[in-house]
């Protein structure tokens, strides 16, 4: 051992000490492991230290006849035991957070006050030569009163190391206790803290929690449930809805097909009979715009199918009209057309019919005439590398083969039937002077036509590869250093 450490035990202790905590606040969080090093080695070397003059922890402190002496090794010796016990703390909280990660924070805290009171008991008993007994029976009064005391906290602390042993959700688990909803931000000692989807804080306390019913929507981690409850006529046939619902479904690709997603009847009253169409996603973030979109499909597929949601004020029937005359009310091209023109056009469309599976229109074929879907679910299909894949869906009011009738180019996608499917024909030879007449539908399909084709681009393309960037930190990550 060096002189100076020989001649001043002391004082080199106090260094250690010292030299400990600022290590401990310099090196950084993500170097946790270079930490834990660290400690052990100034604890191994504060260790050598008082060991080597004498000032064993495990007997009262040297140097009876100079009382500065004999307090200063006291603290030390004291100090050993607590130095000891925020080591083993911070080594067995290492050892459990590889294990069971942030969850178990709460054990980890409890570990190490056991440690700790356990560290102060031996150097009241060792360093301090203590009656032990009395001093455990007096902490045990002590106890009884401060535990009448915090009952309700007490309750909390043990519901949260119940709730983290048990595990029904961990930190960032999309969950509902009793109602309230939210993500899991933190679970501390009182309470679970839940971060709701409106963005504020939510503060249950444990005990609560254990009590309330838990609903995890994290588990299973790939999949998340949804529902969309929809009223229509009762005078409207079952069947009829129900086929409807499921073209919506199969119209909605955010959905999983596995588990497939159905629909149920829920309920019937004088007023109305409600639906309920139920599916699931492979992530939390597409449950609020899968909601959106399926209710829409719902309101297309029901309209294709001539049935109306129920809402709180019902108008008088309308008047009866054809299929094609019902279709342009509800097509975002062709609603602009006057009431007089609607009719005439209705006059020259022509219904046509496919099974599943059929080919409506084929990629490089040049239409000479615009398709409106009446019903059903069309599948939009690209090839990317030599492989074909589904780029959308499409479902009652959208148009097919624009770019043949606006600029006499092939079509970029094939169109083919999802499920049986009716869609309204128009030739280009009456559709050409309505355009001509009419600039503002001519500049929607326009618009539409800019839009699938940068879509298309897009989804067929190969992203940009980023380049590596290759140098001394790159090869020191590389490494773990």
Same mark, same amino acid.
């Given at each position: ?161 119940v709730l983290n042993t048990t595990k029904p959700y961990q ?23 839940? @971060?709701?989807?409106?963005?504020? #804080? !939510?503060?249950?306390?444990? &005990?609560? =929690?254990? /009590? %309330? ?36 479904? @199969?119209?909605?690709?955010?959905? #999983? !097909?596995?588990?497939?997603? &159905?629909? =149920?009847? /829920? %309920? ?7 639906y309920e169409i139920s599916g699931f996603v492979p992530a ?27 809402? !709180? ?76 894949f589904e780029a959308g869906r499409m479902g009652p009011g ?84």
């Amino acid at each position: 051992m060096p002189s100076f450490i020989a001649d001043h035990p002391m004082l080199c202790a106090v260094a250690l000490i010292f030299i400990d905590i600022a290590v401990w606040r310099l090196i950084s969080a993500d170097l946790a492991n270079w930490k834990l090093a660290a400690r052990l080695v100034i604890f191994a070397v504060f260790s050598v230290v008082l060991f080597n003059d004498g000032m064993n922890p495990m007997q009262t402190a040297p140097y009876a006849d100079d009382t500065t002496l004999h307090l200063a090794a006291t603290a030390l010796q004291i100090g050993w035991w607590l130095f000891a016990a925020r080591t083993l703390t911070v080594l067995l909280g290492a050892v459990m957070m590889q294990r069971v990660g942030h969850t178990g924070r709460l054990l980890q805290d409890l570990m190490g006050a056991v440690i700790f009171l356990i560290a102060i008991i031996a150097a009241m008993a060792y360093v301090l030569d203590l009656p032990v007994k009395g001093v455990l029976a007096t902490s045990g009064a002590v106890a009884i009163i401060v535990g009448l005391a915090l009952q309700s906290t007490l309750s909390d602390v043990f519901s949260g190391i119940v709730l983290n042993t048990t595990k029904p959700y961990q930190i960032d688990d999309w969950i509902s206790i009793d109602g309230t909803e939210g993500r899991v931000t933190d679970i501390d000692w009182r309470a679970t803290r839940l @971060q709701t989807s409106q963005g504020s #804080l !939510a503060v249950i306390p444990n &005990s609560l =929690a254990a /009590k %309330a019913k838990i609903i995890n929507f994290s588990r299973p981690a790939d999949m998340f449930g949804l529902a969309v409850s929809l009223q229509v006529s009762p005078h409207a046939r079952p069947q009829t809805v129900i086929e409807a619902l499921e073209r919506a479904m @199969q119209g909605c690709r955010p959905l #999983l !097909a596995q588990p497939a997603p &159905s629909v =149920a009847f /829920k %309920a019937s009253t004088s007023g109305g009979v409600e639906y309920e169409i139920s599916g699931f996603v492979p992530a939390m973030g597409l449950k609020r715009e899968t909601r959106n979109l399926l209710y829409d499909l719902a309101y297309r597929h029901l309209q294709a199918a001539g049935v109306g949601l129920l809402s !709180a004020t019902e108008g008088s029937t309308p008047p009866a009209v054809s299929g094609a005359r019902a279709l342009l009310e509800r097509s975002s091209i062709f609603s602009t057309l006057r009431q007089e023109e609607k009719d005439t056009f209705s006059q020259n469309m022509t219904l046509h019919t496919y099974r599943a599976g059929e080919m409506i229109l084929a990629a490089g074929e040049v239409s000479d005439h615009l398709f409106i879907i009446e019903s059903g679910v069309v599948s939009v299909l690209l090839v990317k590398d030599g492989h074909q894949f589904e780029a959308g869906r499409m479902g009652p009011g959208e148009v097919i083969g624009e770019s043949g009738i606006l600029s006499e180019q092939a079509a970029l996608a094939d169109f083919s039937a999802k499920t049986y499917c009716t869609l309204y024909r128009i030739e280009n030879e009456y559709l050409k002077p309505c355009l001509d007449a009419r600039h503002d539908i001519g500049e929607a399909m326009k618009a539409l036509l800019d839009f699938r084709r940068h879509a298309a681009q897009a989804l067929t393309e190969d992203a940009p590869v980023v380049p590596v960037k290759k140098g001394f930190l790159q090869w020191l990550r590389k490494r773990g250093l």
